[in-house]
């Protein structure tokens, strides 16, 4: 069990640092993106998985069907002041991260990432 958490931890560390890496390099916005990132997918290999799926084009309407759906039932009653940043930012961490319910206060996707900067 010990062995599972602390692999765990390093692959959270390694994908920690490597958001830094890439937060800290300084970028040309007039290139053109898709290459930028086929040139640099061995460098980001998560961000690159994660871009691979913003920057694909849906083959059909059901994906963003189930997309919207799950932002409609993210904002409820409760959540009804959520501004629409945050809601953009719950739907993608549930779809990048393969979980069914974001809890925007105890997510542990959120809680992981706030865990290991404090540990780097």
Not at 9 to 27: D, F, P, V
Not at 78 to 95: D, F, K, T, Y
Request: a positive charge.
């Amino acid at each position: 069990m010990l062995i599972e958490e602390k692999k765990e931890t390093n692959t959270y560390i390694s994908k920690y640092k490597e958001i830094q890496k890439y937060l800290k390099e300084s970028l040309d916005h007039r290139n053109d993106i898709i290459k930028y990132w086929k040139e640099n997918s061995i460098k980001y290999p998560t961000l690159y998985s994660i871009v691979r799926n913003v920057l694909s084009v849906a083959s059909s309407s059901v994906e963003i069907e189930r997309t919207f759906s799950g932002a409609k039932l993210l904002v409820t009653d409760n959540r009804s002041n959520l501004g629409w940043e945050r809601i953009e930012q719950c739907v993608l961490l549930r779809e990048w991260a393969n979980i069914s319910r974001v809890d925007i206060v105890e997510n542990s996707v959120i809680y992981n990432y706030s865990y290991i900067s404090k540990m780097v």
